[in-house]
């Protein structure tokens, strides 16, 4: 009688393996069994980076500007971002150590190896090659190795191929001395990092660290760069150029003056106002504020942030490649359908079934598919059988946990199928519960041509809709002494069961959302085409019939690659370097890429995407470690809602960009042609810190707080090639503060016209450009709607500054002590109705210039 004892380590008295001499020697030679640490820079050296950028110098500059005026509460304001900064570079720095650090301790389990002929436990971390390592269920596998000999071995490979369905493993009979790739059934390679679900084997070590499947990924991982956004990459490049433009106005001013009027002292405090007016210090505050504030929306919806920047290009996204498993599937068995007496019973909709609603005539093809299944089961499928057995079968006499196990066959290459036999407590005769390949079944039954060909159709049918198909068969046997083979029990086919890996439910609305917002949606499987095509049809996906799988992607070219892609959305059968070379294929086809995954293979790919989300609940640390975006409910429709909000960061940001625009050219106005006039000065630094303070940097959080516009998700995603300075945003800018600058100018010439003094015609033309700052940050809320209509748009940030900005101006203006530090004369109260009447005359024509603007688009 061929008995096999469960979960009983093979023999190995035929297994001497290595001497622990030889091993320690390789140990020396070749190195731990770990993937090599990281080496991040300390924080000084990243601290010395940030401080080289053009855009952080610039911040440091202006806070030593500060000091030397003696504002040192703005300096140190200015300083202290710069640290932030750089705390916040520091952080994303060492997204690499803790993503190759994350590899490391799930390639380094526990070892149970053969030296000397003894079985010995060792950290994973010192099997060398060459070791003979035992691997029994719920193991983790600590090398690559080749299987020298297993029983009913099945191993759960997801974290290297993304597929859920554990594969069938069997001993090598021609001694490979090089690995194969992992996924595919019946084949002798185990990999590192991969889980045993069933059965036990062992297997000779010939591959470890760095040179396994997994280590190559961590390689992988090691040499992609982060690229910086082109928006950060624009603001950059925008602030050095107007800083320069800056410095040079300012020298000018300062000559000028010094040279016109005799007075370098005063020249040279012009020409400090000049700069302090034209530095764009008010760009990278705006950028970061919004960023950082929508990191901080975004997690609201159960979206954590890991790369800031990624978030605006959410907003250009063109492409979403999703992995299928346990992203847009639940990663997770489930009984989909049982075929039994001619009859189907759809399991996909038995929410509401129950022991009483379920049909009797499938009860015996339940009950002997848990019975030809372990107890407590590591496999996917058998976990399945077994929870909808316990639900669909409970309190009836077709659930046996009192049954006694005598004996297991296990599956071979020769024989797709196992049996498990049982004993009743009356102990009677034994009972025989077979499953498997449903070609097996067929031949362990020995049904005519004719049975079979209709029980074919089935599974054919099953197959075609991306299910997996177990056949099910029962035996009685009275005779004590059980037969060597299974083909010797008396098998009654009993009917077929289909399982399958169901898609998350939010999906299909996600993908149609994504569609017509313009986000064309890929998927990237390691699964067979049909399943995978089953998949796309389930979820709404374009074009489901055109498909790439792997051995066809490997003989394309790049440029071949690169054209095949526009018109295909499924590809299938991908190794994890394929996911990263379709990944780039999109790159340089001009798209902006997002990247969704929660396995190891997916990590190189989430990296070197444009924008890479992990799932976080069922993500593994390395998936979560590449990817700027986590999903920390796995909720695929989060990912729309990221896309949303990266828009609207976007759209947003170029409304505050346009009122920074036009809010500086009446600022630099009045700090430059009073000078060339030979009229009295009209900002000092004073004024610049109240207005810097109190409307620009401010500002951008009012703009920030704004809602999206209603049709943020009815058009098209952005160009790639757009640019946030472009040319409609710059007219739009300059055409306001030009406006802004033509009346606050006429002001001030007009009070020294009739006579009024330098302070007092200092003080209405402040009073006015303030005033008029307000009414462009309601004019620039919207560019499609009136400012009145957006009075019902909730945004208490606006109202704040409002309200703060008229009363620090009321202070200045009405406090002598302050009207002294501004340089400020007595307004009376005509004065201060012209300045509201010129206020609201410029909001006016703010408004009537948007209104005409927004009919011609």
Same mark, same amino acid.
């Given at each position: 009688?061929?008995?096999?004892?469960?979960?009983?380590?093979?023999?190995?008295?035929?297994?001497? +393996?290595?001497?622990?001499?030889?091993?320690?020697?390789?140990?020396?030679?070749?190195?731990?069994?770990?993937?090599?640490?990281?080496?991040?820079?300390?924080?000084? !050296?990243?601290?010395?980076?940030?401080?080289?950028?053009?855009?952080?110098?610039?911040?440091?500059?202006?806070?030593?500007?500060?000091?030397?005026?003696?504002?040192?509460?703005?300096?140190?304001?200015?300083?202290?971002?710069?640290?932030?900064?750089?705390?916040?570079?520091?952080?994303?720095?060492?997204?690499?150590?803790?993503?190759? +650090?994350?590899?490391?301790?799930?390639?380094?389990?526990?070892?149970?190896?053969?030296? $000397?002929?003894?079985?010995?436990?060792?950290? %994973?971390?010192?099997?060398?090659?060459?070791?003979?390592?035992?691997?029994?269920?719920?193991?983790?596998?600590?090398?690559?190795?080749?299987?020298?000999?297993? #029983?009913?071995?099945?191993?759960?490979?997801?974290?290297?191929?993304?597929?859920?369905? @554990?594969?069938?493993?069997?001993?090598?009979?021609?001694?490979?001395?090089?690995?194969?790739?992992?996924?595919?059934?019946?084949?002798?390679?185990?990999?590192?990092?991969?889980?045993?679900?069933?059965?036990? %084997?062992?297997?000779?070590?010939?591959?470890?660290?760095?040179?396994?499947?997994?280590?190559?990924?961590?390689?992988?991982?090691?040499?992609?760069?982060?690229?910086?956004?082109?928006?950060?990459?624009?603001?950059?490049?925008?602030?050095?150029?107007?800083?320069?433009?800056?410095?040079?106005?300012?020298?000018?001013?300062?000559?000028?003056?010094?040279?016109?009027?005799?007075?370098?002292?005063?020249?040279?405090?012009?020409?400090?106002?000049?700069?302090?007016?034209?530095?764009?210090?008010?760009?990278?505050?705006?950028?970061?504020?919004?960023?950082? =504030?929508?990191?901080?929306?975004?997690?609201?919806?159960?979206?954590?942030?890991?790369?800031?920047?990624?978030?605006?290009?959410?907003?250009?996204?063109?492409?979403?490649?999703?992995?299928?498993?346990?992203?847009?599937?639940?990663?997770?068995?489930?009984?989909?359908?049982?075929?039994?007496?001619?009859?189907?019973?759809?399991?996909?909709?038995?929410?509401?079934?129950?022991?009483?609603?379920?049909?009797?005539?499938?009860?015996?093809?339940?009950?002997?598919?848990?019975?030809?299944?372990?107890?407590?089961?590591?496999?996917?499928?058998?976990?399945? /059988?077994?929870?909808?057995?316990?639900?669909?079968?409970?309190?009836t006499e077709h659930l046996h946990s009192n049954w006694q196990l005598v004996n297991e066959y296990p599956l071979t290459r020769e024989l797709l199928a196992m049996s498990r036999v049982w004993q009743s407590p009356d102990q009677v005769q034994y009972v025989i519960a077979a499953k498997g390949a449903p070609e097996a079944i067929i031949d362990l039954c020995h049904l005519d041509a004719k049975m079979a060909r209709g029980i074919i159709d089935q599974v054919n049918t099953a197959a075609e809709q991306g299910l997996r198909v177990l056949g099910v068969a029962k035996a009685a046997f009275t005779n004590p002494a059980l037969p060597d083979i299974q083909h010797d029990f008396p098998f009654q086919f009993l009917g077929l069961v289909a399982l399958?890996?169901?898609?998350?439910?939010?999906?299909?609305?996600?993908?149609?959302?994504?569609?017509?917002?313009?986000?064309?949606?890929?998927?990237?499987?390691?699964?067979?085409?049909? #399943?995978?095509?089953?998949?796309?049809?389930?979820?709404?996906?374009?074009?489901?019939? $055109? /498909?790439?799988?792997?051995?066809?992607?490997?003989?394309?070219?790049?440029?071949?690659?690169?054209?095949?892609?526009?018109?295909?959305?499924?590809?299938?059968?991908?190794? @994890?370097?394929?996911? =990263?070379?379709?990944?780039?294929?999109?790159?340089?086809?001009?798209?902006?890429?997002?990247?969704?995954?929660?396995?190891?293979?997916? !990590?190189?790919?989430?990296?070197?995407?444009?924008?890479?989300?992990?799932? %976080?609940?069922?993500? #593994?640390?390395?998936?979560?470690?590449?990817?700027?975006?986590?999903?920390?409910?796995?909720?695929?429709?989060?990912?729309?809602? &990221?896309?949303?909000?990266?828009?609207?960061? *976007?759209?947003?940001?170029?409304?505050?960009?346009?009122?920074?625009?036009?809010?500086?050219?009446?600022?630099?106005?009045?700090?430059?042609?009073?000078?060339?006039?030979?009229?009295?000065?009209?900002?000092?630094?004073?004024?610049?810190?109240?207005? $810097?303070?109190?409307?620009?940097?401010?500002?951008?959080?009012?703009? $920030?707080?704004?809602?999206?516009?209603?049709?943020?998700?009815?058009?098209?995603?952005?160009?790639?090639?757009?640019?946030?300075?472009?040319?409609?945003?710059?007219?739009?800018?300059? /055409?306001?503060?030009?406006?802004?600058?033509?009346?606050?100018?006429?002001?001030?010439?007009?009070?020294?016209?009739?006579?009024?003094?330098?302070?007092?015609?200092? !003080?209405?033309?402040?009073?006015?450009?303030?005033?008029?700052?307000?009414?462009?940050?309601?004019?620039?809320?919207?560019?499609?709607?009136?400012?009145?209509?957006?009075?019902?748009?909730?945004?208490?940030?606006?109202?704040?500054?409002?309200?703060?900005?008229?009363?620090?101006?009321?202070?200045? =203006?009405?406090?002598?002590?302050?009207? &002294?530090?501004?340089?400020?004369?007595?307004?009376?109260?005509?004065?201060?109705?012209?300045?509201?009447?010129?206020? *609201?005359?410029?909001?006016?024509? *703010?408004?009537?210039?948007?209104?005409?603007?927004?009919?011609?688009?």
């Amino acid at each position: 009688m061929a008995q096999t004892l469960v979960n009983k380590p093979p023999e190995v008295d035929l297994m001497i +393996g290595l001497s622990d001499h030889e091993a320690s020697q390789r140990l020396a030679e070749e190195g731990y069994n770990e993937l090599p640490s990281a080496k991040p820079r300390n924080v000084f !050296a990243i601290a010395l980076a940030v401080a080289r950028e053009p855009m952080f110098m610039l911040l440091v500059a202006c806070g030593a500007i500060y000091l030397l005026l003696g504002s040192r509460q703005e300096a140190l304001m200015l300083l202290g971002f710069v640290f932030v900064v750089m705390g916040i570079t520091f952080v994303q720095e060492r997204k690499t150590e803790r993503a190759l +650090g994350a590899l490391r301790d799930l390639s380094s389990p526990r070892a149970l190896v053969v030296r $000397e002929g003894r079985q010995k436990r060792i950290p %994973g971390r010192d099997v060398v090659r060459g070791d003979i390592v035992v691997l029994v269920e719920g193991n983790r596998v600590p090398a690559d190795a080749i299987l020298l000999e297993c #029983t009913s071995m099945t191993v759960d490979e997801a974290v290297l191929t993304g597929e859920s369905v @554990p594969v069938r493993k069997l001993a090598s009979s021609d001694n490979p001395q090089s690995m194969g790739a992992p996924g595919g059934d019946d084949l002798p390679f185990v990999f590192s990092g991969t889980l045993v679900v069933q059965g036990k %084997g062992m297997a000779e070590v010939v591959r470890t660290a760095s040179d396994t499947a997994i280590g190559r990924i961590g390689k992988a991982l090691s040499g992609i760069k982060q690229e910086a956004t082109r928006l950060q990459n624009e603001v950059a490049r925008v602030v050095k150029r107007v800083s320069w433009i800056g410095l040079v106005l300012a020298g000018v001013v300062a000559l000028w003056y010094g040279a016109a009027r005799g007075d370098w002292l005063n020249g040279f405090l012009a020409g400090i106002t000049l700069a302090m007016a034209v530095l764009p210090e008010g760009l990278p505050v705006v950028l970061t504020v919004f960023l950082g =504030l929508g990191a901080w929306r975004i997690s609201k919806e159960k979206v954590l942030t890991r790369h800031i920047p990624a978030i605006e290009m959410l907003g250009a996204a063109t492409v979403l490649c999703v992995d299928k498993t346990g992203t847009l599937t639940q990663n997770k068995m489930a009984l989909a359908r049982i075929c039994a007496a001619d009859q189907v019973f759809d399991a996909t909709s038995m929410d509401g079934t129950d022991a009483v609603s379920f049909p009797e005539a499938f009860h015996q093809t339940l009950e002997f598919a848990i019975l030809a299944s372990q107890q407590d089961p590591f496999d996917p499928m058998e976990m399945a /059988i077994s929870e909808s057995g316990l639900k669909l079968l409970a309190n009836t006499e077709h659930l046996h946990s009192n049954w006694q196990l005598v004996n297991e066959y296990p599956l071979t290459r020769e024989l797709l199928a196992m049996s498990r036999v049982w004993q009743s407590p009356d102990q009677v005769q034994y009972v025989i519960a077979a499953k498997g390949a449903p070609e097996a079944i067929i031949d362990l039954c020995h049904l005519d041509a004719k049975m079979a060909r209709g029980i074919i159709d089935q599974v054919n049918t099953a197959a075609e809709q991306g299910l997996r198909v177990l056949g099910v068969a029962k035996a009685a046997f009275t005779n004590p002494a059980l037969p060597d083979i299974q083909h010797d029990f008396p098998f009654q086919f009993l009917g077929l069961v289909a399982l399958a890996d169901p898609i998350r439910s939010m999906v299909p609305v996600a993908i149609e959302e994504s569609h017509a917002a313009g986000l064309r949606v890929v998927m990237i499987t390691g699964d067979y085409p049909a #399943t995978a095509r089953n998949i796309a049809r389930q979820i709404g996906l374009q074009s489901p019939e $055109e /498909i790439i799988t792997g051995p066809e992607l490997g003989d394309l070219s790049d440029a071949d690659l690169q054209k095949r892609i526009r018109t295909v959305n499924i590809f299938c059968r991908m190794v @994890p370097e394929q996911k =990263l070379r379709l990944v780039n294929a999109f790159k340089s086809n001009g798209d902006i890429v997002v990247m969704t995954g929660d396995g190891v293979n997916d !990590a190189p790919a989430l990296k070197s995407a444009h924008i890479g989300i992990a799932m %976080g609940a069922r993500g #593994t640390d390395v998936a979560r470690e590449s990817a700027a975006l986590v999903l920390l409910n796995d909720d695929f429709s989060s990912i729309v809602l &990221a896309v949303k909000l990266g828009r609207r960061i *976007f759209d947003n940001l170029q409304k505050a960009i346009a009122f920074i625009i036009a809010v500086h050219i009446p600022i630099v106005g009045l700090s430059l042609i009073p000078v060339m006039m030979g009229w009295p000065i009209v900002l000092m630094p004073v004024h610049i810190l109240f207005l $810097e303070l109190l409307i620009d940097p401010v500002c951008s959080i009012v703009f $920030e707080a704004e809602p999206e516009e209603t049709d943020v998700m009815q058009r098209p995603p952005r160009s790639p090639d757009a640019r946030l300075f472009d040319r409609e945003l710059l007219q739009l800018g300059f /055409i306001q503060g030009s406006v802004l600058l033509v009346i606050v100018q006429a002001i001030f010439a007009f009070a020294l016209y009739r006579g009024l003094g330098a302070d007092e015609a200092r !003080a209405l033309t402040f009073a006015t450009l303030v005033l008029a700052s307000i009414g462009l940050i309601f004019t620039n809320r919207s560019r499609s709607r009136s400012a009145l209509a957006t009075l019902r748009s909730h945004n208490a940030a606006l109202w704040w500054i409002t309200t703060g900005a008229v009363a620090g101006l009321s202070l200045i =203006l009405f406090l002598p002590g302050l009207s &002294a530090l501004f340089s400020f004369g007595k307004l009376d109260p005509a004065e201060l109705v012209f300045c509201l009447f010129a206020g *609201f005359t410029t909001f006016g024509l *703010f408004e009537a210039f948007k209104l005409a603007r927004a009919s011609r688009l």
